[in-house]
């Protein structure tokens, strides 16, 4: 089943747990010192021993030396996590994969498959490091080099939004540029919001406050920088009782929410439960011991404070499927059973031998079902309704694959370019990287049927971030030329403002303003400059940089003005943003659609099928995908069926 995304960024990072997680009391009125982070006295895996060799020719994996100062590191304890996608949210997170000290030689192996990892490395003198990385093949062995960095001091304070009073044991943590948990570094704010961490010296990190009453908030801090502040908005509070169908209490049942400041709990013995949520739809899934479960959904408006939801515990029904591959049935693919509309994950299965799996007391509903065998691998069924629905047949896409080469400007094949994979904003897939040989050539295996932005960088030379379709199952060749990048350099007039962020075709990056004045190294291209205004995000210029030269801007801001329509210009640049479509009988079906974006506030729903759009019939999955990416300066005709029912919307 070819699925195609093309998706609003919605920037949520699934909490899987805290790889570290520091919480001393702090005292009132002083700044929380260094955090450091303990190490067993004993270290424990095959590594640790003399003479383990955890990788070979014949069992692959991952070789980590660890160095500081150039000269290798010994005893140093390594966390290994392996990305993840969780198919609720469509969002990535980092997982548990193994954890060692360095050798004598400053070298510690893993067995490792194929996927995106971050390393985490500890030595003896509270010194660390980070790095992430890919293992793009899982038939030979990666070798990677770590460099413990002495740690950056990072300062703010946390503060409420509308009062800008002080929030007292927020809880701040600090997570590597990839934005996935664990965090690496925890610490709690003094009496007067005030935080101190202490970090890897890495470039940039994502700092993320939590404080009770309020809504999490994270900021992609460049290091070194000025002190931090970070504003939480006040959420509502929640107060949930799970009763049963007699409307007796029942405690001791765990609760999955989504969104909230936590993503489960337990019932008391009065059946309660209180989190905390941003305003708008909550939903909540009650699963109880003896089998009984329960859905409630709740919307809170402007001005609530808080609001109950009371979830009903059933006997249920059950949903049976099956998952396929062109080979025949697979074992061992995850599925996902989401309670729609709001994509709350009810169950994770596995598929037995026979790629058979079965959702047990399932309350009466719609749901959806994600589907996954690896990275690239995926299929989805939308709009099931319980009770009644027959056994699920689903099949995985299948994977795709991308080779190419990166040449330079006379064409000559350039080794040890480092390759970015990239996807389109919104569809909150890991970047993936690969290193060429000798001959320039790079590779990626096990992809998602999707569209891709590749692009190739080595010292200051860069090509153009290069876009391409792959299909289901299809191999595709690129060739990268680099050129010298350019540097952009601007000028701020007007109002003034702490970053400009500046896009590409498909990517981009922020640039810090100091003294009115920013500067950024950047490929050869058309990039696009905004400056946020108020609570929107505001196109201010167009640039186009040439290889090798200077080219110079001037931006001038006006007053906020607190409008909202230019961020939707800039967020929703096409109008088929945050739409996903599969092949399905009848028609092309709607699988996937983003909360916000331009196709649901007109009124598409998951489990549409796409007659026609601007009056031309769909073919596929694939015609449809290629035809919605309309500019939002215009607008886009589709004619949807609805149980048996044709009828129009414009997205404009």
Same mark, same amino acid.
């Given at each position: 089943m070819s699925r195609l995304i093309v998706a609003l960024v919605g920037v949520v990072a699934l909490g899987v747990g805290l790889f570290v997680s520091l919480r001393e009391p702090v005292e009132a009125g002083v700044v929380p010192g260094p955090v450091v982070l303990t190490t067993p006295a004993t270290p424990r895996g095959p590594a640790s021993r003399p003479g383990a060799v955890f990788v070979s020719p014949a069992r692959p994996g991952l070789i980590i030396t660890v160095k500081r100062n150039a000269t290798a590191e010994p005893g140093v304890r390594l966390e290994l996590f392996r990305a993840e996608l969780d198919l609720t949210t469509n969002a990535q997170a980092w997982r548990a994969a193994g954890a060692e000290r360095t050798d004598d030689a400053g070298r510690a192996t893993f067995p490792a498959v194929a996927g995106h990892y971050l390393v985490l490395a500890v030595a003896t003198d509270g010194t660390r490091g980070t790095k992430t990385l890919d293992v793009s093949r899982a038939?030979?062995?990666?070798?990677?080099?770590?460099?413990?960095?002495?740690?950056?001091?990072?300062e703010?304070?946390?503060?409420?939004?509308?009062?800008?009073?002080?929030?007292?044991?927020?809880?701040?943590?600090?997570?590597?540029?990839?934005?996935?948990?664990p965090s690496v570094v925890n610490a709690r704010a003094d009496a007067l919001g005030r935080f101190a961490l202490e970090l890897p010296g890495a470039e940039a990190w994502r700092i993320e406050a939590r404080a009770a009453g309020h809504v999490s908030h994270a900021e992609l801090v460049e290091l070194p920088g000025a002190p931090l502040e970070l504003a939480l908005e006040q959420g509502v509070t929640v107060d949930a009782l799970v009763v049963t169908e007699a409307q007796a209490p029942v405690s001791g049942v765990t609760l999955h929410l989504a969104p909230g400041d936590v993503t489960s709990g337990i019932t008391d013995e009065a059946g309660h439960f209180t989190f905390t949520a941003p305003r708008g739809p909550v939903s909540l899934h009650a699963s109880a011991g003896d #089998? *009984?479960?329960?859905?409630?959904?709740?919307? +809170?408006?402007?001005? %609530?404070?808080?609001?109950t939801a009371r979830v009903v515990l059933a006997a249920g029904t059950s949903l049976l499927g099956t998952v396929r591959a062109a080979s025949g049935p697979v074992e061992g693919a995850e599925v996902r059973v989401l309670a729609e509309p709001d994509s709350l994950e009810i169950a994770l299965l596995q598929t037995d031998a026979e790629g058979r799996f079965e959702a047990k007391g399932l309350p009466r509903g719609r749901y959806s079902l994600r589907a996954q065998q690896g990275p690239g691998r995926r299929a989805s069924a939308v709009?099931?309704?319980l009770p009644g629905e027959g056994p699920v047949e689903l099949t995985l896409s299948?994977?795709?694959?991308?080779?190419?080469?990166?040449?330079?400007?006379?064409?000559h094949p350039l080794a040890d370019a480092r390759v970015t994979l990239g996807w389109p904003s919104g569809m909150n897939e890991v970047d993936r990287t690969a290193v060429t040989?000798?001959? #320039? *050539?790079?590779?990626?295996?096990?992809?998602? +049927?999707?569209?891709? %932005?590749?692009?190739?960088?080595l010292g200051n030379l860069a090509s153009a971030q290069q876009g391409a379709y792959l299909a289901p199952g299809a191999a595709l060749e690129l060739t990268l030329t680099t050129s010298l990048q350019g540097r952009l350099v601007g000028l701020i007039e007007g109002r003034e403002v702490d970053t400009v962020m500046i896009r590409g075709e498909r990517d981009g990056e922020v640039a810090k303003v100091r003294d009115g004045h920013f500067e950024q190294l950047l490929a050869p291209g058309k990039y696009k400059l905004y400056v946020r205004d108020g609570e929107s995000i505001v196109e201010q210029a167009v640039a186009e940089v040439r290889g090798g030269e200077l080219t110079e801007v001037t931006i001038t801001v006006p007053p906020e003005d607190g409008g909202g329509a230019a961020y939707r210009r800039l967020m929703h640049r096409e109008l088929g943003s945050g739409l996903s479509f599969e092949n399905a009988p009848g028609g092309v079906r709607v699988d996937f659609l983003m909360q916000g974006c331009p196709a649901s506030a007109a009124g598409v729903r998951i489990g549409d099928l796409v007659v026609s759009i601007d009056g031309q019939p769909?073919?596929?999955?694939?015609d449809a995908f290629?035809?919605?990416?309309?500019?939002?300066?215009?607008?886009?005709e589709l004619t949807l069926r609805r149980e048996g029912k044709d009828f129009g919307v414009t997205v404009k």
């Open positions: 038939a030979t062995s990666t070798s990677v080099e770590l460099e413990l960095r002495a740690p950056v001091r990072v703010g304070r946390v503060v409420d939004a509308t009062t800008r009073r002080p929030l007292a044991e927020a809880l701040v943590q600090a997570t590597p540029p990839d934005a996935l948990t #089998g *009984r479960q329960g859905l409630a959904r709740v919307v +809170s408006g402007p001005g %609530v404070e808080r609001i709009g099931l309704e299948n994977a795709g694959r991308l080779t190419g080469v990166v040449l330079d400007e006379e064409r040989g000798e001959d #320039g *050539r790079f590779e990626f295996d096990e992809l998602l +049927s999707a569209e891709l %932005v590749v692009q190739a960088r769909t073919r596929d999955a694939l290629s035809r919605v990416r309309k500019s939002a300066d215009g607008t886009l």
